[in-house]
């Protein structure tokens, strides 16, 4: 465990509801939630499980793709499932979703085709998806500029609040949003004058922290001498650390928060401990700066492992999981074929909707390149 993680597991503010070796052992903090989970049936547990176990397959296929020259970059999030799967669960289907740039499953569950990720990861358009598009879940697109994406969403739920379209008492209408980002852009400007907002604005909003012990390659130990979640406290809103690990947790505590800031009751905070296995982008080597035994420590705490256990216990068929490997594997083949079958990208298209409206600087650009590339034997470069 890296430094400064032991005191944030023992912590008693700490919402854990499966331990580490998948039986049901809630800390105390986990105590108001256990009324939701025990309202859950083995359909949604069992879909938890689905949730992890096919993004899984699809993140190390698209690691793999990188690796074999299909894709510019691929930033993985395996080891980040049960974070993931369990705060986007907990989402109503008129709330709004603004990413980082790792949530795959979150993206996927909300109705983005994983490809849209692969094009932008091979550099085939500016940003993946149309956020406007039904089928896509209001879920925005992804942001690599650290932090900016909670300005975004503070916006949006500030928005909201002006528009009436929260806190009415109907949550069958109510609206509200939630925004993951991680413990290395906690640090980021962006973040605090977002909670500024947020808090000042009483917004609809969740404040979804994946800390996964690395921001590149500081640790979290350094980046924070104190535990990241208290840091939403300081602007006032409730801020509450959740086994990032469990995915019962996870989806227990999202569950209330995002009820509570639909409600009305203003923007709340969660830190999800959790940790990265593999590396920050496939442009990083993780040996040059953490060791096996830390890597090996977390690998015993493996959200999918986990959860499988605990299925196990409550009677979960064999033919369920070979179900589960068979849908993960058609997926991965799926990505792999329509990959290879993306093609190149189209001159044009790095100038469309750089501006909302024609713009003169890109059809000079544009002009510039096509008079360029007549230059080249056959007219192209």
Not at 156 to 178: H, K, N, Q, S, Y
Not at 218 to 234: D, E, I, K, N
Request: aromatic share 8%; glycine share 10%; proline share 6%.
């Amino acid at each position: 465990m890296t430094p400064g993680n032991a005191a944030l597991s023992e912590d008693p503010a700490l919402v854990r509801i499966l331990d580490a070796d998948g039986t049901l052992a809630p800390t105390p903090a986990a105590e108001p939630y256990l009324a939701l989970i025990d309202g859950l049936a083995d359909a949604d547990l069992e879909g938890f499980y689905r949730d992890m176990a096919v993004i899984r397959a699809f993140d190390v296929q698209a690691t793999n793709l990188q690796r074999q020259g299909q894709l510019a970059l691929w930033p993985p999030s395996y080891g980040q499932e049960a974070a993931q799967v369990g705060s986007i669960r907990a989402a109503r289907t008129q709330d709004h979703v603004f990413p980082s740039y790792r949530e795959h499953v979150v993206t996927k569950i909300r109705g983005v085709d994983p490809i849209d990720i692969i094009r932008l990861m091979r550099g085939l358009t500016h940003g993946g998806w149309n956020p406007f598009d039904p089928k896509n879940g209001n879920t925005h697109i992804y942001t690599l500029v650290l932090g900016a994406q909670t300005l975004h969403a503070t916006g949006l739920g500030m928005g909201l609040v002006f528009d009436g379209r929260c806190g009415t008492g109907d949550p069958e209408r109510d609206e509200a949003v939630i925004v993951y980002y991680g413990d290395g852009a906690s640090s980021q400007g962006d973040v605090h004058e977002a909670m500024v907002f947020a808090a000042s604005y009483a917004t609809p909003e969740v404040f979804f922290l994946q800390n996964n012990q690395w921001a590149i390659s500081v640790p979290v130990a350094t980046q924070s001498r104190s535990p990241l979640y208290q840091r939403g406290a300081g602007y006032g809103m409730p801020s509450i650390p959740v086994d990032g690990n469990d995915v019962l947790a996870s989806w227990a505590v999202t569950r209330t928060a995002l009820d509570e800031a639909r409600a009305g009751k203003g923007p709340r905070a969660i830190e999800a401990l959790t940790y990265r296995l593999g590396a920050h982008t496939t442009s990083d080597d993780p040996t040059k700066y953490r060791t096996s035994v830390e890597e090996e420590s977390w690998l015993r705490r493996d959200p999918i492992a986990r959860m499988k256990t605990y299925l196990l216990g409550r009677g979960a068929s064999d033919a369920f999981f070979a179900d589960v490997d068979a849908e993960s594997e058609a997926l991965a083949d799926d990505i792999r074929v329509r990959t290879n079958a993306l093609g190149g990208l189209e001159r044009d298209t790095i100038f469309s909707h750089v501006y909302s409206e024609p713009h003169p600087l890109m059809q000079e650009q544009q002009r510039w390149l096509s008079d360029y590339e007549a230059t080249f034997e056959g007219g192209a470069s």
